[in-house]
């Protein structure tokens, strides 16, 4: 299934220009994926449309230039406290395992990953297979939340979620 992400990551990096999942589907027969992997891939693909697009819709607007009633507005997501704390369940502990619960904390704490994209992050990573999700799959689980926002990282948390740490020398 990631290898199908990747390839829909960099053919439709602008997420505008990816076709709807039923043609998506279609290009991604021709181009030679397996069956199965590309059905878990639009399965996983439905999942992050949906959580990013109800994520969109209940983010804190702008106050109303109209003088409109603010109490009609639809519930949104409201800003995380500084001094909240979230805590992960048994099961996202045992599926996520510790490396990539880490490189989830070390995103937020460094102010790339916001509460709300966290949640998503947290949410199709539930959705993938792997027992604990590698942290490969985690940072292409990262990237293509960032994808689904139409936002791009910055250059130093695209170069570590694209690199390769394995053949990283130590200074």
């Known amino acids: 299934m990631f290898e199908v992400l990747v390839y829909v990551y960099e053919n439709y990096w602008q997420g505008d220009a990816c076709p709807e999942l039923p043609r998506l589907g279609r290009k991604l027969t021709a181009a030679g994926f397996d069956a199965e992997e590309i059905q878990e891939a639009l399965v996983w693909l439905d999942g992050l449309n ?11 607007a702008k106050a109303p230039l109209d003088g409109a009633d603010s109490n009609t507005a639809p519930p949104c997501i409201q800003p995380q406290s500084a001094n909240s704390l979230r805590i992960y369940s048994i099961a996202e502990q045992v599926h996520l395992g510790a490396q ?8 937020e704490s460094s102010g790339v ?24 799959d985690l940072k292409i689980i990262v990237l293509m939340v960032y994808w689904s926002f139409g936002e791009e990282p910055d250059a130093l948390v695209l170069d570590e979620l694209c690199d390769d740490a394995e053949f990283r020398l130590p200074h």
């Open 100 to 107: 990539s619960l880490g490189f989830v904390s070390f995103l």
């Open 113 to 136: 990953l916001p509460p709300h994209m966290r949640e998503i992050v947290i949410d199709r990573a539930m959705a993938a297979p792997g027992d604990p999700v590698t942290l490969d």
């Open 50 to 60: 949906i959580a990013a697009q109800s994520t969109q819709i209940n983010l804190p």
